[in-house]
């Protein structure tokens, strides 16, 4: 009965409210448990976390959040959806299995030989469009993995394998939810998810999270400097995981009172660069990118940016986030094309990454996710716009067809013929 109810629209605004809450209380056990008298670009984000004066920057996102799910509409219901959504992705298979392999090759090409051995961090031989463009495909690609190995399992894993490998090259914290990303293309396509798929996607989460922390660190970068530090260190990468993983959840809450607070002020030209739709290069993002971060490792977060123009600013941010998440998944989730079935599932995932960086990235991290779904909306809503018109003007032609003219007496062609 609830998942009649429910509407798919309101999903991301919700989830994302819980997990600043839960964000906030992490926030508050860490800096109660932890050393961080270290000096580190991490404790000094650490050093400005008070529980009021972040407690008030996430109230305020959350209330932004839950506006945007309050406003009338019915949307699509979640039950049928899902089950729409199921029949699609499984009768398309060999897309996502080719989905997968692009998103992999293209992390790879992004890479080159960094990929196996690196000087510095975040170093590539590719465009930094392109290096974007990756970036945004990798988490498609463990899920397109997920959803291929549905009906192609061997290639599947081997596929999701290989990712896990890249990813862990690229010292992304995407590694530790990628185990969840991968179930969640099994479950898309129908498979049925037990507990020993739960536990799984779990165990590895908390396993995971501590290792791209600890190799960012490391002199020498790539797969190779990565494999050896890890298997040398072994005791120190997992030294205290649980009350890091405790402190990377609540990471939310102090970046974005330091965003807030010690930050520089932001110009209104960092803003509108901010939002500039344009990749990598090809914006004048690049102009503020070094003067919009905390440290190298430690860029901004969209909620403390946008606190800096006042708690309102921070309101109506979050409620047009929470929107534009909404009015999209409407939008696509109507279309009754095959195209915009597999085009909601690609929306689905382009939310929950926005969700993620809008946790602790910031305003651009964001903003491009938003406009690559804002496009693929737009593409869906005027595709479907020309399938009505076309279906419609179908109906009307078949009408007139079946329209037979009635015998007349006025009409000399059925007048009937008089009896001598």
Same mark, same amino acid.
């Given at each position: 009965?609830?998942?009649?109810?429910?509407?798919?629209?309101?999903?991301?605004?919700?989830?994302?409210?819980?997990?600043?809450?839960?964000?906030?209380?992490?926030?508050?056990?860490?800096?109660?448990?932890?050393?961080?008298?270290?000096?580190?670009?991490?404790?000094?984000?650490?050093?400005?976390?008070?529980?009021?004066?972040?407690?008030?920057? =996430?109230?305020?996102?959350?209330?932004?959040?839950?506006?945007?799910?309050?406003?009338?509409?019915?949307?699509?219901?979640?039950?049928?959806?899902?089950?729409?959504?199921?029949?699609? =992705?499984?009768?398309?298979?060999?897309?996502?299995?080719?989905?997968?392999?692009?998103?992999?090759?293209?992390?790879?090409?992004?890479?080159?030989?960094?990929?196996?051995?690196?000087?510095?961090?975040?170093?590539?031989?590719?465009?930094?469009?392109?290096?974007?463009?990756?970036?945004?495909?990798?988490?498609?690609?463990?899920?397109?993995?997920?959803?291929?190995?549905?009906?192609?399992?061997?290639?599947?894993?081997?596929?999701?394998?290989?990712?896990?490998?890249?990813?862990?090259?690229?010292?992304?914290?995407?590694?530790?939810?990628?185990?969840?990303?991968?179930?969640?293309?099994?479950?898309?396509?129908?498979?049925?998810?037990?507990?020993?798929?739960?536990?799984?996607?779990?165990?590895?989460?908390?396993?995971?999270?501590?290792?791209?922390?600890?190799?960012?660190?490391?002199?020498?970068?790539?797969?190779?400097?990565?494999?050896?530090?890890?298997?040398?260190?072994?005791?120190?990468?997992?030294?205290?995981?649980?009350?890091?993983?405790?402190?990377? =959840?609540?990471?939310?809450?102090? =970046?974005?009172?330091?965003?807030?607070?010690?930050?520089?002020?932001?110009?209104?030209?960092?803003?509108?660069?901010?939002?500039?739709?344009?990749?990598?290069?090809?914006?004048?993002?690049?102009?503020?990118?070094?003067?919009?971060?905390?440290?190298?490792?430690?860029?901004?977060?969209?909620?403390?940016?946008?606190?800096?123009?006042?708690?309102?600013?921070?309101?109506?941010?979050?409620?047009?986030?929470?929107?534009?998440?909404?009015?999209?998944?409407?939008?696509?989730?109507?279309?009754?094309?095959?195209?915009?079935?597999?085009?909601?599932?690609?929306?689905?995932?382009?939310?929950?990454?926005?969700?993620?960086?809008?946790?602790?990235?910031?305003?651009?991290?964001?903003?491009?996710?938003?406009?690559?779904?804002?496009?693929?909306?737009?593409?869906?809503?005027?595709?479907?716009?020309?399938?009505?018109?076309?279906?419609?003007?179908?109906?009307?032609?078949?009408?007139?067809?079946?329209?037979?003219?009635?015998?007349?007496?006025?009409?000399?062609?059925?007048?009937?013929?008089?009896?001598?």
């Amino acid at each position: 009965m609830v998942k009649n109810r429910f509407s798919i629209a309101v999903i991301p605004a919700i989830g994302l409210c819980l997990f600043l809450m839960l964000s906030w209380v992490a926030a508050a056990v860490y800096s109660s448990l932890a050393d961080l008298a270290f000096n580190d670009p991490f404790s000094t984000v650490w050093a400005y976390f008070t529980p009021s004066g972040s407690g008030t920057l =996430i109230a305020v996102s959350c209330l932004g959040l839950i506006a945007s799910a309050l406003f009338p509409s019915k949307g699509p219901h979640l039950e049928g959806s899902l089950r729409a959504l199921s029949r699609q =992705i499984s009768s398309q298979s060999s897309m996502w299995l080719v989905l997968a392999v692009s998103g992999l090759v293209s992390l790879a090409l992004a890479k080159g030989p960094y990929l196996f051995y690196a000087s510095s961090y975040l170093q590539f031989v590719a465009p930094q469009a392109f290096v974007s463009i990756a970036n945004l495909a990798a988490p498609v690609a463990v899920l397109a993995a997920g959803v291929a190995s549905s009906k192609f399992r061997t290639f599947g894993v081997v596929i999701f394998a290989i990712l896990m490998m890249v990813l862990f090259a690229y010292s992304t914290r995407l590694e530790a939810a990628a185990p969840a990303i991968f179930i969640a293309g099994r479950w898309l396509a129908g498979m049925k998810i037990g507990k020993r798929g739960l536990l799984f996607a779990s165990v590895s989460a908390v396993v995971l999270l501590p290792v791209p922390l600890f190799t960012r660190g490391l002199r020498e970068h790539g797969m190779l400097p990565y494999w050896t530090g890890v298997t040398e260190n072994l005791p120190r990468v997992f030294d205290g995981g649980y009350l890091e993983l405790l402190g990377n =959840i609540g990471f939310t809450a102090p =970046i974005a009172e330091y965003t807030w607070r010690a930050a520089a002020p932001i110009p209104a030209a960092a803003y509108w660069a901010s939002i500039d739709p344009g990749l990598g290069g090809s914006s004048d993002f690049s102009i503020w990118a070094s003067y919009l971060r905390a440290h190298f490792f430690i860029p901004y977060s969209l909620i403390g940016e946008f606190a800096q123009t006042g708690l309102l600013g921070l309101f109506l941010a979050m409620l047009a986030l929470g929107l534009i998440w909404r009015f999209s998944i409407s939008i696509i989730a109507n279309s009754q094309s095959g195209f915009g079935r597999i085009s909601l599932v690609v929306a689905l995932g382009l939310i929950c990454i926005s969700a993620l960086y809008c946790t602790q990235y910031n305003t651009r991290s964001v903003a491009r996710i938003l406009w690559l779904l804002i496009g693929l909306t737009a593409v869906v809503g005027v595709t479907s716009l020309i399938d009505r018109a076309h279906h419609s003007k179908s109906l009307s032609n078949n009408a007139r067809q079946k329209r037979i003219p009635l015998p007349s007496a006025r009409n000399s062609k059925y007048a009937p013929r008089s009896s001598k």
